[in-house]
């Protein structure tokens, strides 16, 4: 019998499934365009951010990676990743909110030239705390909604000290690992986690943007019976139109058997709320940021707290309801005890546009002025025709006549 050798090697099963990433390492690490090059990485730190990690490197980067998630992260693939010359962690799995704020200071003090951020984290901190290093960064990229709210404010602030491409707005990111990454991991952890079933629930879905869309409309793809609160009143509509029942939050807190906020934004679901839901509600949140559930709301108001199940806080209301809330309200997907974050497919598009990012700045020289920038859209292109390649799939070229027809605007030659 020959060896098993992917049993040693934590990040095996998720190169299968990364076929970008595979073609950048195959395509530079022959002639190593990032050498000289150190690059900071903040993710949640599993098998596909590993890939990621050891992408970057083998295009010839130093690389130095951190959490951004204290809870998200897996022993195993930051030892295996730690253990290579030009590869630092500053991670452990189980870290405090303290040792997770340490570790991110202490790679900041070692003066990356690139940011590669998950929810601007190292970037806020390098402006407020580290203003020399930041003075000395080339550039940046950030992948995720929450990060580039914090990006923009810092944009009108006018402090940023270098320019940052904002990869989450970017069709190759969000069209797919927004949508359809966390709408199918967070349903699929919510099951595994409660061991209940989705179908015939009513899921109550806190936002209609790109994530909280995708994992209603799966939802109702499982058989659930959705509903949608919204503060934008054509995402309300959109909602209303795709199908799901859209109502304020008061009224949802009665009718949800299961909760999941996806809003980006803070003190979604809230201390009246919790006093209206039923007996047995699950609560979760897919959100960046563990501040869309108020659980201080929850510990107020609950006589006793108990973990029925791995994963489960289990808080008893004075009159005998009992709310359950997953992952201790933080991003359900990655961080409940079975959480494995989005499927590899989709992080290997993710990934692959936040290695362009640094690409083009670093490599292609493309000289920016400080401030937040969307990716080109030439590279978006070049992100998903590599992607269609992988999968054996072409698309049409336009002919002649067509790109003729798309560029003028007297059409003289339609009958009406
Ligand atoms: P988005 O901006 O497309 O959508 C957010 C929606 O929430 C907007 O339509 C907004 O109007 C709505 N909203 C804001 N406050 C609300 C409130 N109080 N009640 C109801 N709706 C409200 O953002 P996107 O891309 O959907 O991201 C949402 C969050 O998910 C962000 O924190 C983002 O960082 C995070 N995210 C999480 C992932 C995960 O793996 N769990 C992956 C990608 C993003």
Same mark, same amino acid.
């Given at each position: 019998m020959t060896p098993d050798t992917d049993s040693d090697d934590p990040l095996a099963w998720a190169r299968d499934y990364t076929p970008i990433l595979k073609s950048f390492q195959e395509e530079y690490g022959e002639n190593k365009p990032l050498e000289g090059y150190t690059i900071a990485f903040a993710s949640h730190l599993e098998a596909k951010t590993g890939v990621a990690i050891e992408t970057l490197h083998e295009a010839g980067a130093e690389v130095l990676f951190a959490p951004? *998630?204290?809870?998200?992260?897996?022993g195993e693939v930051v030892e295996a990743l730690d253990a290579r010359d030009g590869i630092t962690a500053f991670a452990q799995e189980g870290m405090t909110d303290e040792a997770f704020d340490t570790a991110q200071h202490d790679l900041l003090a070692h003066g990356p030239d690139f940011i590669l951020d998950d929810g601007c984290e190292l970037i806020a901190k390098v402006h407020a705390d580290h203003p020399d290093v930041a003075a000395d960064v080339i550039g940046g990229g950030e992948q995720t909604t929450a990060g580039i709210t914090r990006l923009e404010a810092m944009e009108t602030e006018d402090v940023l000290e270098f320019p940052v491409y904002g !990869?989450?707005?970017t069709p190759m990111k969000h069209f797919f690992d927004n949508v359809h990454g966390t709408g199918e991991s967070s349903l699929t952890n919510i099951a595994i986690t409660s061991?209940?079933?989705?179908? +015939?629930k009513d899921v109550v879905v806190c936002g209609y943007g790109y994530c909280g869309r995708g994992i209603a409309n799966k939802a109702r793809g499982m058989g659930a019976k959705t509903i949608v609160t919204e503060v934008d009143p054509r995402k309300a509509l959109q909602a209303h139109m795709d199908g799901h029942r859209v109502m304020d939050m008061d009224e949802a807190a009665e009718a949800g058997d299961l909760f999941i906020t996806a809003t980006g934004n803070r003190d979604v679901i809230r201390i009246e709320h919790f006093e209206q839901m039923a007996d047995g509600v699950l609560l979760a949140n897919s959100g960046h940021?563990? !501040? *869309?559930? !108020?659980v201080p709301a929850l510990e107020e108001l609950a006589a006793e707290v108990t973990t029925p199940k791995e994963g489960i806080t289990r808080y008893h209301m004075p009159d005998g309801r009992r709310l359950n809330l997953l992952? *201790? +309200?933080?991003?359900v997907n990655l961080t409940g005890p079975y959480s494995q974050g989005h499927p590899a497919e989709v992080m290997d598009t993710t990934f692959a546009m936040m290695f362009v990012a640094a690409y083009d700045m670093l490599v292609d020289g493309t000289d920016l002025a400080p401030g937040l920038y969307n990716i080109p859209d030439r590279l978006d292109r070049e992100v998903a025709h590599r992607k269609l390649d992988t999968l054996g799939l072409s698309t049409e070229e336009m002919i002649e006549s067509q790109r003729a027809y798309a560029e003028e605007w007297e059409h003289p030659d339609s009958s009406f």
């Open positions: 951004s *998630e204290p809870q998200s992260t897996h !990869v989450n707005d061991n209940t079933i989705i179908s +015939g940021f563990d !501040v *869309e559930i !108020v992952a *201790e +309200g933080r991003l």
